[in-house]
């Protein structure tokens, strides 16, 4: 995990958690969906318009 990503969690300890265990995540998964890391805004919801990160893309289940 980068600092920025460490930094930006609002829960470390479950974010590293899944990222152990990604593929057996996903792999168990009904349905992900992928799409791009879109920013928060100053109201701390991700948006389209907020833009994105382009060196990340983001799973849904």
Partial sequence: M??????????QGVQIA???DLDE???SS???EE?????KGE???RK???GNNPDCL???R
Avoid: F
């Fill in 35 to 39: 799409h791009p890391d879109y920013l």
């Fill in 58 to 60: 983001r799973l849904t």
């Fill in 18 to 20: 899944v990222l152990n």
């Fill in 30 to 32: 009904i349905e992900a």
């Fill in 48 to 50: 389209v318009e907020n």
């Fill in 2 to 11: 980068s600092q920025e990503a460490c930094r930006k969690s609002k829960n």
């Fill in 25 to 27: 995540i996903i792999g």
């Fill in 43 to 45: 109201d701390e919801i």
